[in-house]
């Protein structure tokens, strides 16, 4: 039997890339805002049904170039149950994270708990969805009216989900978006911002490339965060088969979740009322005193099966160094779930054979 690794990136077919790509051999025009760059920004614009979406090189710099755009000073609540990315750039950009607890239902930052944590140096909520279930914007959005804050969502687990039709992308002030390679759709590296105004996406697109304004006159000291054509070209390609790709994980999922869901011993990740997945990950968690082994040893029971598995979100944000020694909250659930949790291996063309034997492994672990 093969090994299982966690992920594993779509492709698109070799030739459909060859054939996206060959043009740019006679355009010559490898980046700054070619005709791929352009497409597919154009593209996503349909896909998620908004108005103004940025390219840009990677998620993370998306992050810290959306807060450059909103110019943002003081403190950002946000959820330190998610990939380290989110806090180091709140912390890269002089901000102050302030962490608030998850829920225990699909993990997402609690938003009842948010508003005790306002101060008159809070300036917004970033707040994460995760493994492809979507934070409760109703509620986080009434806050941030209430109080005139802007929210910024890292939407890197959120690509396609949607709620009552309507797509994570159109949330919030601005959404973040990773197109890294082991993203459900992917530019190889890449990401983008969405706004709600265009003049924000203006400034991002500006801020991008240098804030240069013309070839004569120079803007304000922007960085260099643009997605090269050979990136552009290979999220149109991906683009085109998003459906079944989504489609492919979604049946995987089902399937684990068909077998998990009566082991009553472990807990499985809420599934949302009206909420579109894009089943972007299969997390577990595993209490040693009601399963019988921690997470750890099942991780180690897999592998010695030759199958990957992952401790994600691990270690919780708020222990990263820049932050020792400072006050930081206390979030038992994100640290209960943190400690516990372990994603399966999902990805596109996960058979259904392979979903049974790591299923199949953890039952007889019980
Ligand atoms: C992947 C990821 C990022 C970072 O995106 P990159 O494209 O790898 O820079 C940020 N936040 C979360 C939640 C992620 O999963």
Redesign the pocket.
């Given at each position: 039997m093969g090994k299982i690794l966690v992920t594993r990136s779509s492709m698109p077919p070799k030739e459909e890339y060859f054939n996206e790509i060959s043009s740019i051999w006679d355009t010559r025009w490898l980046t700054n805002s070619g005709v791929k760059h352009q497409e597919l920004e154009e593209n996503l614009r349909k896909y998620f049904k908004v108005s103004n979406v940025s390219l840009c090189v990677?998620?993370?710099?998306a992050?810290e170039t959306i807060l450059e755009v909103f110019n943002l000073s003081g403190e950002v609540i946000t959820t330190p149950f998610?990939?380290v990315?989110?806090t180091n750039s709140i912390i890269r950009k002089g901000l102050t994270p302030v962490f608030c607890d998850i829920n225990d239902r699909d993990w997402t930052i609690d938003a009842d708990k948010i508003e005790p944590l306002i101060t008159e140096k809070t300036s917004a909520i970033m707040p994460?969805h995760v493994y492809g279930n979507l934070c409760d914007d109703e509620k986080i959005r009434k806050l941030a009216d209430k109080y005139g804050l802007k929210v910024i969502y890292?939407g890197?687990?959120a690509f396609g989900v949607e709620k009552n039709g309507v797509s994570s992308a159109a949330l919030g002030d601005a959404t973040m978006f990773?197109?890294?390679a082991t993203?459900v759709f992917h530019t190889i590296?890449?990401?983008a911002a969405v706004f709600k105004d265009e003049s924000n996406y203006d400034k991002f697109s500006k801020c991008k490339s240098f804030g240069s304004i013309s070839p004569d006159e120079l803007g304000f000291a922007g960085g260099n965060a643009k997605m090269n054509e050979f990136s552009a070209a290979m999220g149109l390609c991906n683009l085109r088969h998003i459906e079944d790709s989504i489609n492919s994980r979604k049946a995987a999922a089902e399937r684990y979740r068909e077998q998990l869901q009566n082991v009553k011993e472990i807990q499985l990740n809420a599934v949302q009322e009206g909420v579109k997945s894009n089943y972007a990950y299969f997390p577990v968690v595993f209490n040693k005193e009601i399963f019988g082994h921690n997470r750890d040893e099942v991780m180690a029971e897999l592998a010695k099966n030759d199958i990957g598995a992952r401790k994600y979100f691990y270690p919780l944000t708020s222990t990263v160094k820049d932050l020792a020694g400072t006050k930081v909250n206390d979030t038992p659930i994100a640290k209960y779930v943190s400690d516990n949790v372990l994603c399966l291996p999902l990805y596109e063309d996960l058979s259904n054979a392979d979903v049974d034997r790591i299923c199949g492994i953890i039952k007889s672990m019980k």
């Open positions: 990677n998620g993370h710099l992050l998610t990939f990315s989110t994460v890292d890197a687990h990773s197109f890294h993203k590296e890449g990401g």
